[in-house]
């Protein structure tokens, strides 16, 4: 029988076909899960491996924990103001804990919300950023401020996987190294952020031209959109996207509990003040900042623009300012007495109103504002109105007054160059009652100095009416001939050969024959014409008569002159020793005349000029320190009771002379000078001082020629002289110079003490037995009778 199967056994199951597809399934899966294995194993070896070899190849970044980035060269007065700054890179250096809680707390909104709590890579950052990729988040970026401080400050911005190997391990490398404030620190300090602003404390004066420490939240958001593209985020060229990030970082910063939500509606409220013309808080000073930087440059060669060096000098802020406004309001009020030149250029004014407006910009662009002279585009012109277009689409009127200095322009019959119509580029300016009115840019330049004559420490300078105009700086550099400012060195040559200020000389006629000056005759002139015969020299100084000084000149000689004014530190070979030389024929710089008065303010010392007390870096270590010089025999350029009788002159010159308004308008009496104008007014000058503060100030045309024939240093330089002296010596007591041992007060007049006791009579030229008066001799001298005066001088000097 068929044997019969076990009665608990199955018979055997065939396999199914679902069955075996998901047993090759599973299979499969396995064996792809261990390809990845594989494969992720092979990968982190390789990465490994690449890791090991990068490693050592890394930077030394030992260097950060003393961050040093590039820093520009600073230029301050001597309280603080900043005057020049020179780098290819704006930075001011901030530690972390000087820059405010609300810049960082904006940076870290937009930039690292998680940068205290990440170890230099943000993993739930990249994940983020990952699904922002794929449209399922907004767009944010998975780069932490430790990467990229490791981008900026050490590698390029190649997009490589190379350089992304490098920018992780930097990465490790700076967090292991270094602390979260250190790296934010450098982060907020190196970062560009347009307009050559590297670093936050750096955008803050770029931007708001305040410094970061008076940030808002509102200023704070504009800056920390700037990172991620600072041409497109700029506030100046891109306000709307500017705007527009700014209120996106607002949100952030309240989204990550940095600001309330009051406080973040009103920071979207804010109207903020985007700086867009001059720094005009900073100090004018542009000529003394160059000479500056030239000095550093000198010392420091190309580390002068990247060591963060700062410079202090002798310049006071309150008297350079005071110096710039005078010196401007000079040359334009001179401006304005002169015929007008016309547009500086015609543009067509196209019909399309979005197209107007970017021909007027452009055109503005090219011409752009020169301080307070402000460009403007025409858009009607008539002989009683002129309407115009400044910056901003800023619309202007000018009418009444304002239209004068352009008179010849508005005319039907001026020349087209000339004539003022819709499309004319031309200059504007506000005048003291707040109404516009037409003006020119200058043609004529000028200079100004003023310095402490008792140590030479230079407290003012200005080089000419514009440094980006002309740069050449007139107070050191311009040579000119000083016409009758130059006269008291040649009575201060005169009083050492025995003249006084009561000695008497003719204001007569000369004339010089061709024998005698060795070329053309010569017949000197007074400057109104007139001769007034016979009077003393302190009234011949203080009337500027030039035959007196002539004859002067010719007592005292050419050549002892020429000696005698090496003393004040003049050149000899600049002044020739002919009779011209009494009419200031020879060439100085300003800088020379301000040394050379400064020996009358001193007593007879001459001093150096100097500006820099000290140089120190980033970090405030001085490098270099100068003190000023105290006054020493060894500086004696003239007799002491010389330089006070020649200040009682000049002072006579400020009082009743051809400088009279000086004392007149500044209502102090210790104040002394001397007018000048050389011939056909090409040059004018007053230079003077008051104990304490030499000033001078010279006018005129870079290419010589005439300013006019009624423009006088009177009229022209001195003027800018009073205009600074109000702000310079507001608050300084009077003082009046003590008389030195060796000069006698007689009737009010100042004399050499041997002169009166042995010599004095015979200085006035009053007797016949006393010995050879001074002018005897000169050609063209006239011995004068006693007049009363005379008489009762000699009777003093007798009792």
Known sequence: MPQQPHPKESPPASVSPGSSWHLRLLRLLLWCAGLALASIAALALLVAVALAAAY???PDISDLSDYRPKLPLRVFTSDGALMGEFGEERRNLTPISDIPKVMKDAVLSIEDARFYRHGGVDYLGVVRAGLANMGRLKSQGASTITMQVARNVYLSSEKTYTR??????????????LTKDQILEIYMNQIFLGNRAYGFAAASEAYFGKPLKGITVAEAAMLAG????PSAYNPINNPKRARSRQLYIIERMEENGFITPAQAEAAKMEELKIKTGPDNSRVHAEYVAETVRQLI???YGDETYTRGLNVYTTLKAEEQGAAYRAMRMGIMNYERRQIYRGPERFIDLPADPKE???AIDDALTEHPDNGDVLSAVVMQATPKKIVAIRQNSETIEITGEGLKPAQSGLSDKAAPKIRIRPGAVIRVALTPKNTWEITQLPEIEGAFVALDPRDGAIRALVGGFDF?????NHVIQAWRQPGSSFKPFIYSAALEKGFTPLTVVNDAPLFFDAGVTGGQPWEPKNYDGKFEGPMPLHTALAKSKNMV???????VGAQNAQEWITRFGFEAEKHPPYLTMALGAGSVTPMQMAT????FANGGYRINPWLITRVSDQKGKILIESQPPFLNESMRAIDARNAFIMSRLLQEVARSGTAAKAQATLKRTDLHGKTGTTNDSIDTWFAGYQPTLTAVVWMGYDTPRSLGDRETGGGLSLPVWISFMETALRGVPVKELAAPEGVVNVAGEWFFDEFVQSAGVRSLGLEEKAAPNPLSGTPGVQELPPTDERKRILDLFKD
């Open 164 to 177: 992304k190997i490098y920018e992780i391990l930097l990465t490790f490398k700076l967090e292991h190294l």
């Open 356 to 358: 107007l407006e970017e």
């Open 549 to 555: 000084s002539i004859r002067i000149l010719q007592a």
């Open 468 to 472: 980006n105009k002309n740069k050449f």
């Open 596 to 599: 050379a008065y400064s020996v």
């Open 297 to 299: 440059h000198a010392q």
């Open 56 to 58: 050592p190849n890394l």
């Open 226 to 229: 700037l990172p991620k593209a």
